[in-house]
Nanobody, 126 residues
């Protein structure tokens, strides 16, 4: 059974930084596709960043230049380095994964991912 466990959330002031981690386990397939999503109260879950099928990265316009997604393949861990945080970044952040390529332009659709972590809360105060 695939398991995703996020960590690293917390409370910071505007302009601060956080690094989120997502430890993945329970699968044997060599290829999988992973992404970070977030959901603020009363809002839909939105894609934040992901690895595309060719290994390149994709970002939501709202986080470009501030967030960096990366993988530690040896540890099966997905990372999200967040800098210059803003109050509007406040949300529950989720790690998502699937064994099938979402396809170009579809990385940000939550329905494309089968496996989800429990989430880690990020709160940014002004």
């Amino acid at each position: 059974e695939v398991q995703l466990v996020e960590s690293g959330g917390g409370s910071v002031q505007s302009g601060g930084s956080l690094r989120l981690s997502c430890a993945a386990s329970g699968y044997t397939y060599p290829n999988y596709y992973m992404a970070w999503f977030r959901q603020a109260p009363g809002k839909e879950r939105e894609g934040v960043a992901a690895f595309d099928s060719d290994g390149s990265t994709s970002y939501a316009d709202s986080v470009k230049g501030r967030f960096t997604i990366s993988k530690d393949s040896a540890k099966n861990t997905l990372l999200l380095q967040m800098t210059s945080l803003k109050p509007e970044d406040t949300a529950m952040y989720y790690c998502a994964a699937d064994f099938f390529d979402p396809g170009a332009g579809a990385w940000a659709y939550a329905d494309e991912y089968t496996y989800w972590g429990q989430g880690t809360q990020v709160t940014v105060s002004s």
